[in-house]
């Protein structure tokens, strides 16, 4: 590879950004010896439990706080259903706990109850139950009752108010042991809805005990204890190639204690207790390490795995050496676990729990932004993760946490990380000024994984921000600020070698979510993808495996060319982010023809507009054909606009 050439025409492309001239712009692309391999791992997703992503959100249980452990002092998100004649209470009973896991049950005590008065409990689920029409549910819950209280129990979906009912089914046998009970229950016709609660109820007098009430839809390739199928396509859609997992701040916890201790989060479901999380609410751990690596498998991608490194989040490390060797195995557990032989202690497991085939491996990170390690511990305990987990696994790539964004005292020296995670939430304008960010980079430094980056458009950073006074995902300004970031990003993908932008999902309820911006927003019903989910798209699913070395004369237009070496395509991609069209003149060397049919892909957009769950598509790219197309050839792009040329070569 011929790492001047590349340097220069990055250079060059940065150059002319920074000094429009009057007269025509021209792109010219050398389309005959490529500067660089492009990283074949260039696009990937990151994902943390933040927004209610997982419970609220991708993990389909539609009951919010299934175990009643979400709330010590009361079954947060239950209602009693009484009255009209049937009369009862309902309480946590931690006496009468479902196992050692899950910890505590609902009581509930019925005194006055009948066929045409019945009594129970109700959930509201995650910001309402989901209403599909001819729909089956999977219905489940874990029940006993004091002698002489045997059932029915009568299961449904209905209207909020109870006058409607979407769906039926009973159980009966209840006994003074807790027993499992599961039934289908199936919608007819019904307009969609969210203004739906689940229901349980009973039409005796006597007492009862619930746990680990439950309701799925279907769920993606039908798996139970699986995914939500809109958001499952929108991420297939976005052909990741990798998934970098559980966090984020969500690795690391508040406390030691509130840490992603994944050994927690295998088995069956009723053995899982899950934990407090970062931002703010319990997690069921329903999606757990398992569960992760499906998520995986179901989207092609491979697993970026974020093994915990002695670090969380309100500032307590543990010390490198012995303290930390408890923390060092379990690393090499879980390792182990995902991609160990069944013969392994972990991997037995791992068959034990459902999928004796060991997953794809290479990347480990070692912790999340452990530049907010005031002990400066992390090169200490990067280094002792580093050494256990080459020793055992010397084909796996170590990431460091801390890249070279941060001071130099924070990062890693004592060992060559393979890659380095650098993390960037920017406003849209300085994505726009730094379109250049990486064409400096040495070639000669670690691999580079912007492992959290996402440009917003607000006055201050997601962090600072009065979250309800925007939209929960971003508008087309930020989008084309992501844009201009990722041809930084793919021109460079010699050593950018992975990047993926954060937050992936929000739920957009008050009181759901956390952080904005956001790439993908729902509700319990539907769900969209915000212009930067397209942008992003846009990019994943159009890009090469060879860099093509470009310059861009005399128009402030970001880009990226890459060429698809096997299928003989050039993948143009543009960022015009001023608010005029811009003619471009386009000058394709070292190819004699081009296919005259080409493809251009185009989002376009006022920069203030956005998306939303009532117009989710408003925003979203088009595609047409372009005819006549020759090696030298015009194209216009339009007003804030992000383009994709797929050219073919003759
Ligand atoms: O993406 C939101 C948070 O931003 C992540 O949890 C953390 O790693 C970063 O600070």
New binding site residues.
């Given amino acids: 590879m011929n790492m001047m050439k590349t340097m220069t025409a990055i250079a060059l492309v940065a150059t002319s950004l920074a000094t429009t001239r009057a007269g025509e712009a021209t792109l010219t692309i050398d389309a005959e010896q490529p500067a660089a391999k492009s990283s074949p791992m260039l696009y990937g997703l990151?994902t943390?439990e933040?927004n209610h992503c997982y419970d609220g959100g991708l993990y389909a249980e539609l009951v919010q706080n299934r175990a009643f452990l979400d709330n010590a002092k009361e079954p947060a998100h239950w209602l009693l259903v009484q009255g009209n004649g049937a009369v009862a209470t309902m309480a946590l009973d931690p006496a009468q706990p479902l196992n050692e896991h899950l910890t505590t049950s609902l009581r509930l005590d019925v005194s006055e109850a009948s066929q045409a008065h019945p009594a129970g409990i109700a959930n509201s689920g995650y910001w309402g139950i989901p209403v599909h029409p001819h729909t089956r549910y999977r219905a489940s819950f874990y029940a006993k009752a004091e002698p002489g209280m045997s059932g029915p129990v009568t299961v449904s979906i209905q209207s909020e108010d109870g006058e409607k009912v979407y769906a039926k089914g009973t159980v009966s046998g209840l006994t003074p042991e807790w027993k499992h009970y599961e039934l289908t229950l199936k919608t007819g016709k019904a307009e969609p809805t969210v203004k739906a609660r689940y229901v349980l109820t009973v039409t005796q007098p006597g007492t009862a005990w619930f746990d680990l009430v439950s309701l799925f839809p279907p769920t993606w390739n039908n798996q139970p204890n699986g995914f939500r199928k809109d958001l499952m396509q929108m991420l297939v859609d976005l052909k990741p190639a990798f998934l970098r997992f559980p966090?984020?701040?969500?690795l690391e916890g508040d406390t030691v204690q509130q840490r992603f201790d994944w050994k927690k989060t295998l088995g069956p479901i009723d053995e899982r207790p899950g934990h407090q999380g970062p931002w703010g609410y319990r997690s069921t751990d329903g999606l757990g390490l398992l569960e992760f690596l499906e998520w995986c498998e179901d989207m092609k991608a491979e697993p970026v795995l974020a093994v915990y490194a002695g670090y969380s989040l309100k500032g307590a490390h543990i010390d490198p050496g012995a303290d930390l060797t408890p923390y060092v195995q379990d690393a090499l557990d879980e390792i182990e676990y995902v991609s160990g032989p069944v013969t392994s202690k972990w991997g037995a497991r791992r068959a034990q729990d459902g999928h004796p085939k060991p997953f794809k491996l290479h990347y480990i990170e070692i912790g999340?932004?452990d530049w907010f390690d005031k002990s400066l511990s992390y090169d200490g305990r990067f280094a002792q993760f580093y050494d256990a987990i080459k020793e055992a696994h010397p084909e796996l790539k170590c990431i460091s946490s801390v890249g070279s964004e941060q001071p130099k005292e924070k990062r890693v020296h004592s060992r060559q990380p393979d890659f380095i995670d650098e993390?960037y939430?920017r406003s849209a304008a300085d994505f726009m000024n730094d379109a250049a960010h990486f064409d400096h980079y040495s070639r000669t430094g670690p691999d580079i994984f912007v492992g959290?980056w996402a440009a917003y458009e607000t006055p201050k950073p997601p962090w600072e921000t009065s979250l309800k006074d925007y939209p929960a995902t971003p508008d087309m300004k930020a989008a084309l600020g992501d844009a201009v970031w990722m041809t930084s990003m793919e021109r460079n993908s010699d050593i950018v070698k992975m990047q993926c932008y954060?937050?992936l999902f929000v739920n957009e309820n008050p009181g759901a979510y956390q952080?904005r911006p956001d790439m993908i927003g729902y509700n319990a019903l539907h769900s969209y993808g915000s212009p930067s989910y397209y942008a992003f798209r846009m990019f994943s699913r159009n890009h090469g495996d060879e860099i093509l070395k470009a310059t861009m004369d005399g128009a402030p237009v970001a880009c990226s060319i890459t060429k698809d070496s096997q299928h003989g395509l050039i993948f143009v991609k543009l960022v015009n982010t001023q608010p005029k069209a811009q003619p471009l003149k386009l000058d394709i060397q070292g190819v004699r023809r081009l296919k005259s049919t080409a493809t251009a892909i185009t989002l376009t957009a006022a920069p203030d507009e956005y998306n939303s769950l009532n117009s989710p598509t408003h925003v979203a790219p088009v595609t047409r054909k372009l005819s006549n197309v020759k090696p030298v050839f015009d194209y216009t792009l339009p007003a804030n606009s992000i383009t994709v040329l797929k050219l073919g070569i003759r």
């Fill in positions: 990151m943390e933040i966090g984020g701040n969500y999340n932004e993390h939430y959290e954060a937050p952080w």
